[in-house]
């Protein structure tokens, strides 16, 4: 393998990739592009796209595309596909489009007059930030702080962006590669300084607090997927008046010496690790590059998509390994003793609104059944956690769920949601979970009456694209409930589960485009739990593996209509799809 290095002038950075290459035994070049297909040909297998001398719009960028179209790993080609990639404003906006992370309002101004309307219409206060629109490394960056020095300033308007200053304590920088954050770092800046970057004399800091980092981390990574880049550093602040992170700016060239001497992480060797990997498509099957990519980078999950990844595996393939790795979880997902137990079970009851919004999952048709069934939420998550302690840590807590759970008002809630259709088909996946989940836990009682949700099932949901997702989501989750997610075979004594595979099957033929690839590979999942066969088997599976991320190793939702989704393209949001993939692929355990 031999990697290119695209860049003007030898930098910290390309010293440091050089001197880990010759460690490792791996072929490193470093190179200048200075025509439009100049020496394309004698590029390496992966190319690193550092800087060159065109820029993008005089080449630059079609040049990425020709690199790309030669069939060589290109790193970063998002540069390519959003040519304003580096401009202040064109980021913000970019990213206002998604819901889930917070921008800050950034404005241009033809001229000085223009910009002082804006102060007095209090669209800018004092003091407010004056930034290069394309700029790096904290240069001419200004505190502007009162009329005196707004007066002072010089230039070309079309050239700056502003922004209201957010009082803050430093910011975070995100390293994030293939998709994975690599680590997160606070910068504060030096005494008499505004100006938090390391350039300018900011010292940095490791975050070791796991709440901040998966904070950071869920925001990071959403924006490297939503731009495209395989290697990137994002930057976020927390606003002290607000309370709030908000994203800064993605940084397309990030350097990292700072951000090494913090963490004690060798960015150089992690990226020739990542190349190494990306090298290997299209020499490796499918699965077992996502398999691994998954398992070697379980740490740079969130704990909840950790657990869900291993937690599935383990009972869908009882590999040992896996037990293992799952005994280390158990604390964090439902506790050591009963004490831990029965605290965090009480604890859930005090984050009802949290448990409603999970519900909620930005479907309209819920918005009036949660508020109906307001615990629903809730009981869910405490049945679920007393389900897996049962499959996968062989220890029934029901007693402990009777502790803070009403079994009377829960068999109330079940009969309710039973003499409610609408509800059940709005509700759907967490209906159903809620009837199987009671009937494990619960017992004779609580006997899911499976032949009036086949009925449900088969009637009219309607015909909007949400109304098909709550009937894929209502039959699958049948199944799944069923089969005590994933821990038993489905008992199909009635052919009730077939039934609703077959159904499921014509729901995809007939809205092929329509369903996200994540139902699909459920789907197939289903499938495999009644010992159905299905005609389109092959296809779903030639998607799924059509499909892989630009950034890394994982699968992305590309064709479907909700692959148009960017929030769930991230490594994280991409978990659920990936493991599903994997249990559709796998060698299914003997039950």
């Not at 505190?143 to 304590?169: A, P, T």
């Not at 008499?192 to 950071?216: A, H, M, Q, Y």
């Not at 004490?339 to 005090?350: H, Q």
Request: glycine residues 6%.
């Amino acid at each position: 393998m031999k990697i290119s290095v695209i860049t003007k002038k030898e930098t910290w950075q390309t010293r440091e990739l050089q001197k880990e290459s010759r460690k490792m035994g791996i072929e490193l070049e470093l190179r200048d592009l200075e025509n439009l297909n100049q020496g394309i040909d004698e590029l390496g297998d992966v190319v690193f796209w550092r800087a060159n001398s065109m820029n993008l719009f005089d080449g630059g960028a079609a040049t990425i595309s020709l690199i790309k179209k030669s069939g060589r790993i290109i790193v970063s080609q998002g540069i390519s596909e959003f040519p304003f990639i580096r401009n202040k404003l064109f980021q913000q906006k970019f990213i206002e489009g998604f819901s889930g992370i917070n921008t800050i309002e950034t404005f241009t101004f033809a001229n000085k007059e223009d910009l002082a309307s804006s102060l007095e219409e209090g669209i800018l206060n004092f003091p407010f930030v004056q930034k290069p629109a394309v700029g790096r490394r904290g240069e001419g960056v200004k505190l502007i702080d009162s009329c005196e020095s707004m007066e002072k300033q010089r230039g070309e308007y079309s050239k700056v962006v502003y922004q209201n200053f957010i009082k803050n304590k430093g910011d975070f920088r995100v390293l994030v590669l293939g998709g994975k954050p690599l680590g997160a770092i606070k910068r504060v800046a030096r005494k008499g300084s505004f100006l938090n970057n390391f350039s300018k004399g900011g010292t940095c800091t490791n975050i070791d607090d796991k709440e901040v980092r998966e904070i950071l981390f869920g925001i990071a990574i959403k924006v490297a997927s939503y731009f495209k880049l395989a290697f990137c550093g994002v930057d976020i602040i927390f606003d002290e008046n607000k309370k709030k992170y908000f994203f800064l700016e993605v940084n397309t060239l990030p350097q990292w010496e700072g951000f090494q001497g913090a963490t004690n992480i060798n960015v150089s060797f992690e990226l020739l690790n990542f190349f190494k990997v990306m090298h290997e498509r299209g020499r490796r099957g499918s699965r077992e590059l996502v398999s691994e990519y998954y398992e070697d980078n379980l740490d740079k999950l969130s704990f909840e998509k950790s657990f869900h990844y291993i937690s599935r595996l383990f009972l869908w393939e009882n590999r040992k390994e896996l037990s293992v790795k799952l005994e280390c979880f158990k604390q964090g997902f439902i506790g050591e003793t009963e004490d831990d137990i029965l605290g965090n079970f009480r604890k859930t009851f005090s984050e009802v609104e949290k448990y409603q919004e999970r519900v909620k999952n930005d479907i309209s048709a819920r918005e009036k059944y949660i508020k109906k069934y307001p615990l629903l939420g809730v009981y869910n998550r405490i049945l679920f956690q007393a389900l897996i302690s049962k499959t996968v840590y062989k220890k029934d807590v029901a007693d402990i769920v009777s502790k803070v759970l009403d079994r009377e008002h829960a068999l109330k809630m079940r009969d309710e949601l039973m003499g409610d259709e609408e509800a059940l088909k709005s509700l759907s996946t967490h209906a159903i979970n809620f009837l199987y989940f009671s009937q494990e836990i619960f017992g004779k009682f609580f006997e899911v009456d499976v032949k009036k949700l086949h009925r449900i099932s088969i009637s009219d949901f309607g015909k909007s694209d949400e109304s098909l997702l709550l009937k894929i989501y209502f039959l699958t989750h049948c199944i799944i409930g069923e089969s005590r997610f994933y821990s038993q075979a489905v008992n199909d004594e009635k052919g009730i589960y077939t039934e609703m595979i077959k159904a499921l099957e014509e729901i995809i033929k007939e809205n092929y485009f329509r369903v996200s690839l994540d139902n699909k590979m459920e789907f197939l999942v289903c499938s495999r739990m009644c010992g159905f066969k299905s005609s389109v088997e092959k296809i779903l599976i030639a998607e799924a593996e059509s499909s892989m991320s630009e950034i890394g190793n994982y699968i992305v939702d590309i064709l479907n209509a909700k692959g148009g989704d960017k929030r769930k393209k991230d490594f994280w949001n991409s978990e659920h799809r990936n493991v599903l993939y994997l249990m559709a692929t796998s060698k299914l355990k003997k039950w």
